[in-house]
Nanobody
Framework: QVQLVESGGGLVQPGGALALSCAAS????????MGWYRQAPGKQRELVAT???????NYADSVKGRFTISRDNALNTVYLQMNSLKPEDTAVYSC???????????????WGKGTLVTVSS
């Protein structure tokens, strides 16, 4: 079994910063691309940022220049540093990872349960 567990959500004022982390554990052979997604109330889930195992990153236009995604392959952990937060960043943030559990098996998609980020004064 594979688990992704997020931490670091909470309440922050507009203009503030918050850091999220997501650790993968369990029967893991290889982790491919990892990423963060978010879903605001009444809206569809959207991509925030992704990072490949080699470190290449991709960001949604709405967070470019404010958010930074990184990962520690030795710890099977992905991070999201969020700066200059806006009320519209309020959402449940979930991490995602493409994980291979056995040799010759395909990579499967795994999701964390999510952590709530609220940006409000």
């Amino acid at each position: 079994q594979v688990q992704l567990v997020e931490s670091g959500g909470g309440l922050v004022q507009p203009g503030g910063a918050l850091a999220l982390s997501c650790a993968a554990s369990g029967s893991i052979l290889t982790i491919g691309t990892m990423g963060w997604y978010r879903q605001a109330p009444g809206k569809q889930r959207e991509l925030v940022a992704t990072i490949t195992s080699a470190g290449s990153t991709n960001y949604a236009d709405s967070v470019k220049g404010r958010f930074t995604i990184s990962r520690d392959n030795a710890l099977n952990t992905v991070y999201l540093q969020m700066n200059s937060l806006k009320p519209e960043d309020t959402a449940v943030y979930s991490c995602n990872a493409r994980i291979q559990t056995k040799r010759f098996n395909p990579f499967d998609n795994y999701w964390g349960k999510g952590t709530l980020v609220t940006v409000s004064s």
